[in-house]
């Protein structure tokens, strides 16, 4: 079975400084793997994704994710941090069940806090 | 916002008691998707339906059952309620079986009382 992992469950930085949320995660087969950020009272909304190609995929609002197949990680990094990136941010594996469905599973979710 | 609707925001209810929560996807999209969100248990898939047709079954209980009709809206129906189902019940849809992104919608909160 498919699975991610967040290892960390909340994560600080200072406004303007880079900030990563980690994740890695186990397959079998071609991963296909994705970050969703979820603000209070809000569902959630798709970032970016990596299916094939460039490792390093680039995001909405400014997030970018790396792959990387020898570490099976898939760590969300943005260069300069901003107060209204706090949230709560989740990795997901496309996960076919049987071959039959394209369900999401993800990870018990990092928060992120950035500080003025 | 993503284009994914949900009704009703919220729903406060008794042990025991059904309801029902309604989902409208995206124009278009032809799955749709159900996910449990909890604090003990995280986000948690239930079903996928497709066109219509049930595709894949997640940690869904025998209590719970949905559907997708003709114009692809779907249902969420959740009978003899325990105070444990109390959650944000989440319905996201995609275009179609392939490895694009899920749009997600707004959420249902339930609270069982």
């Known amino acids: 079975a498919q699975s991610v992992a967040q290892p960390e469950d909340q994560v600080n930085v200072a406004e303007g400084n880079p900030l990563t949320v980690k994740c890695t995660y186990s397959?079998?087969?071609?991963?296909?793997l994705f970050w969703y950020v979820q603000y209070p009272n809000r569902g959630l909304q798709f970032l970016l994704k990596?299916?094939?190609?460039?490792?390093l995929v680039k995001g909405s609002y400014g997030f970018e994710a790396e792959f990387n197949e020898s570490q099976t990680s898939f760590h969300l990094k943005k260069p300069s941090a901003l107060v209204s990136d706090s949230a709560l941010y989740f990795c997901a594996v496309r996960d076919m069940k049987d071959n039959a469905g394209n369900m999401l599973t993800f990870g018990g979710g990092t928060r992120l806090m950035v500080k003025p | 916002d993503s284009g994914v609707t949900q009704t009703p925001k919220h729903l406060i209810t008794a042990t025991g008691q059904r309801v029902t929560l309604r989902c409208s996807p995206r124009?278009?999209?032809?799955?749709v998707y159900w996910y449990q969100q909890s604090l003990d248990q995280g986000l948690q898939f239930l079903i996928q339906?497709?066109?219509?047709?049930?595709?894949a079954k997640g940690n869904i209980l025998e209590r719970f059952s949905a559907q997708q009709f003709p114009d692809l809206h779907s249902e969420l129906n959740l009978s003899s309620l325990e105070l444990g189902d109390s959650a944000l019940y989440f319905c996201a849809s995609s275009r179609g079986l392939g490895a694009g992104e899920q749009f997600f919608g707004p959420g249902t909160r339930l609270t069982v009382l």
């Open positions: 397959v079998s087969g071609n991963p296909y």
């Open positions: 124009s278009g999209d032809l799955s």
């Open positions: 339906y497709y066109n219509g047709e049930e595709r």
């Open positions: 990596y299916i094939t190609g460039d490792n």
